[in-house]
């Protein structure tokens, strides 16, 4: 089954390596990845879609939990969450056609973001279903290049965010410093 | 100059010592030249091993016999490539250890550098974190989050990058007093409610067992696993990993579960209703063929890592903790519901019973052979020497499978390891981090004939601290294992099974300084063993076993633990 899970991550070197990289060790297939850093330039958001067994569902939040730069994990697969994905579309549109491309487009909610003689490049968002569908219908009008950026969500539920308290390290502060260097 | 401008080598020494390392294992090399000449005339003390694998080793050794984090130092690129197979080591069996090593100079990063490799991406998936230090300010900080993550919640190692110029660069010194890592949760404690259900389940059955695992030793919950044993009155086992965490002696201690774990264990580990899982991972070694693993149990489980619960077994009453505070908890619980006990004590009595047979069945017992030396005949003598006391350290093969069966340990971090891994070449390194740690303790690391031979250059670091450990070649001609699963499951066909060239032990000891010897009649076995445990100094006896000897009972792979193998094919007359 097909997986959403969005994560907080600490916008630390090598953040999205440890994510990835515990994703492939354990056997998930990502089908889908993007990050972008939040309203707070030290946390980046990153919306992953995962294909795994259901049986793993909860073990694979635990291995994202486990990594020290991830905040928060939560499962957006399904409850209170909007789910939208961006497509770009190339589409090659001859005269004859160039009206009805363009009314197509704005019946779902597509609009057109560059026209040039060869056709044009149009810009739709949605759920993936709706897109699989109005990409079908674009190839039907000429050849098409798809451009897709993967689901990206947010949870329409506040979850708090539960994090670490700073911890008081038991160090021996009075240990000499004898060193003296250049 | 104010008293505190110092360079980033002398910091981290300085970070070091407030962390109370007493010793580092390392190698030195191009760009940690400038830590090893703060080394120079630091009281900090370096042993210097002979393979930078080793050096990870015994800082695993030191961190496994002691429970304090183990630091090993190596230089970037070929320094840093051979940690691996020793963080992994660490990793796979939770031990805590900081691995530092040097990186190219900042500017030189990703551009192919002499000795640059990318360590922060090569270790990323064999520690529990790695850090890359590029700037000098943040070192302090990265150190002592280091051990903070490392020697915390599930214990793992970590590895510190740190580039030459980040070393040289100096700046005035504040010490660190808080670290703050956000998104490290550990939850320690365990849930008042499952405790107190865990509590129910247990005067519930009628076939309790504990099954008990390194979470056990990494928790110090050894004395409240035996007051829990001891108030459930349960049989208990300890994985190849928790030995110790419960005495060998125990009357309720029956010994390891698993593919060469005793026949009673793996009986019982089928027949129970309630597995109290504490600090374990089922491992496939331990459960054997999943699907038919203690089909009728409910089970408790125990564990610091939430990942672990519910991962190979659905866990009926899951406890997230620290394995001594939730022990602590139930043991309370228990207390209070001490009038539940009557409810069940009958079936468990009977249950009891049941398992002290399957002891008397198929007990583990040593062979013996007047004219040759059996591996189990060794296995008695150590333990006879060691009545529970000394320190093992072992490498991985049959010897490993027969000093676990036949050892025994009063104590917990006694028996040294390399579980989950299995990496040959750990025993003899193990072993001197191990020494180094607890100068006064009797120390073995037995070795088979293979992987003695992997760890062979570091003859000439014992000699060099004149390490007293005693160095127990159990010498089978064979890479035994390979060659009981050859002989057993490809028709005996021995390839690249055995081991030819053995070098003289004496001749070899000699060569580093100090005494070795072969013995091969078992007659002369116990004067010989005393011969070495005498000896002020590091000693290497070789001890020429019967060659064909298998480890039992087995477990074949993929197979239900309780369809044991319990003794070789007894001949047919032709
Ligand atoms: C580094 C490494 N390489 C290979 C193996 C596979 N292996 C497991 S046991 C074994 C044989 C070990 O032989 P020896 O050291 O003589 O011990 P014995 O089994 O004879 O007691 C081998 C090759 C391993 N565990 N580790
Ligand atoms: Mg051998």
Redesign the interface.
């Given at each position: 089954m097909l997986q959403l899970i969005s994560l907080l991550v600490?916008n630390k070197?090598?953040a999205l390596?440890?994510v990835t990289?515990?994703l492939s060790?354990r056997g998930y297939n990502i089908e889908s990845l993007t990050v972008a850093s939040t309203l707070d330039p030290e946390l980046s958001r990153m919306s992953i879609v995962v294909d795994v067994d259901p049986s793993q569902r909860?073990?694979v939040i635990?291995?994202m939990?486990?990594?020290?730069?991830?905040?928060q994990v939560s499962d957006l697969t399904e409850g209170p969450a909007v789910r939208r994905e961006l497509a770009l579309i190339r589409v090659r549109a001859t005269p004859q056609n160039r009206a009805a491309i363009l009314k197509e487009a704005e019946i779902f909610g597509a609009r057109a973001v560059d026209s040039s003689v060869e056709g044009f490049a149009i810009e739709a968002t949605g759920d993936s279903e709706k897109l699989d569908e109005f990409i079908e219908v674009m190839k039907s009008y000429g050849e098409s290049e798809v451009t897709r950026s993967g689901l990206v969500a947010v949870s329409l539920e506040a979850k708090k965010l539960?994090?670490?308290?700073?911890?008081?390290?038991d160090?021996?502060?009075e240990?000499k410093?004898d060193?003296?260097?250049? | 100059?104010s008293?505190?401008?110092?360079?980033g080598a002398?910091i981290l020494?300085?970070c070091l010592?407030?962390?109370?390392v007493d010793v580092i294992f390392g190698y030195p090399g191009g760009v940690t030249l400038p830590l090893y000449d703060?080394l120079y005339d630091h009281p900090l003390k370096h042993v210097l091993v002979r393979h930078e694998q080793n050096a990870c080793f015994a800082a695993e050794g030191y961190a496994r016999s002691t429970g304090k984090v183990g630091v090993c130092l190596a230089t970037s690129g070929p320094g840093a490539t051979n940690l691996v197979t020793a963080l992994v080591d660490a990793m796979m069996d939770s031990i805590p250890v900081v691995a530092i090593t040097g990186q190219v100079t900042t500017k030189l990063i990703g551009s192919d550098a002499f000795q640059e490799a990318d360590t922060?991406?090569i270790t990323?998936?064999c520690t529990k974190?790695?850090f890359?230090v590029k700037k000098l300010a943040e070192l302090p900080q990265t150190i002592?989050e280091a051990f903070?993550?490392a020697s915390t919640g599930r214990p793992g190692p970590v590895l510190v990058d740190i580039p030459k110029d980040v070393f040289q660069a100096?700046t005035h010194?504040t010490?660190?007093?808080?670290?703050?890592?956000?998104?490290?949760?550990?939850y320690t404690e365990g849930h008042a409610g499952q405790i107190r259900r865990a509590a129910q389940l247990i005067w519930e059955s009628s076939r309790p067992i504990v099954y008990a695992g390194g979470g056990i030793i990494a928790a110090g919950a050894s004395e409240d696993l035996r007051e829990l044993v001891e108030r459930v009155d349960a049989p208990a086992v300890c994985t190849l990993m928790g030995l110790g965490g419960m005495p060998s002696g125990h009357p309720n201690f029956i010994s390891m579960p698993g593919m060469h774990g005793s026949y009673a264990s793996n009986m019982a580990m089928t027949e129970t209703d309630l597995i109290i899982a504490l600090g374990v991972r089922f491992d496939d070694r331990v459960t054997g063929r999943l699907a038919a693993f203690a089909p009728h149990a409910k089970v408790i489980h125990v564990d610091i890592?939430?990942?672990e619960i519910?991962?190979n077994r659905t866990a009926d009453v899951p406890i997230v903790g620290d394995c001594q505070k939730v022990l602590e908890k139930l043991n309370q619980e228990l207390r209070d519901s001490a009038d539940q006990k009557e409810r069940n004590e009958a079936a468990r009595a009977g249950w009891r019973a049941r398992v002290r047979d399957w002891m008397h069945e198929h007990p583990l017992e040593p062979e013996f052979s007047s004219d040759e030396i059996k591996p189990q005949h060794l296995m008695s003598e150590i333990d006879r020497i060691s009545g529970g006391e000394a320190i093992v350290c072992a490498d991985v093969g049959q010897h490993q499978m027969w000093a676990a069966q036949f050892i025994r340990f009063n104590h917990p971090r006694l028996w040294l390891n390399s579980g989950g891994l299995g990496a040959m070449g750990f025993g003899f390194p193990a072993a001197i981090g191990a020494q180094m740690a607890n100068p006064d303790k009797l120390v073995f690391a037995i070795v088979g004939d293979g992987g003695f031979q992997m760890s062979i250059p570091e003859l000439a670091t014992v000699a060099n601290q004149n390490l007293p450990v005693k160095i127990i070649v159990m010498n089978n001609g064979y890479l035994g294992m390979i060659r009981q699963w050859q002989e057993l499951f490809y028709n005996n066909r021995l390839s690249a099974a055995e081991l030819i060239s053995f070098p003289d032990p004496e001749k070899l000891a000699g060569a580093y300084g100090f005494k070795g010897r072969t013995v091969e009649k078992p007659q002369h076995l116990r004067a010989a063993l005393e011969a070495a445990v005498a000896e002020p100094g590091p000693y290497l006896l070789n001890v020429r076993v019967s060659p064909f000897e298998n480890v039992y009972p087995m477990v074949p792979a993929g197979g239900a633990i309780n369809e044991m193998v319990l003794a070789p094919p007894q001949p047919v007359e032709a």
């Open positions: 600490e070197p090598g390596l440890r990289g515990v060790a909860a073990q635990k291995q939990n486990k990594l020290i730069n991830v905040l539960k994090l670490a308290p700073p911890v008081k390290k160090l021996d502060l240990t410093t060193g003296v260097l250049k | 100059m008293a505190n401008l110092m360079n002398r020494l300085e010592t407030r962390e109370k703060a922060f991406g990323r998936s974190h790695n890359l002592h903070h993550i100096t010194y010490p660190v007093s808080h670290i703050h890592l956000p998104g490290y949760k550990v890592d939430p990942a519910g991962k």
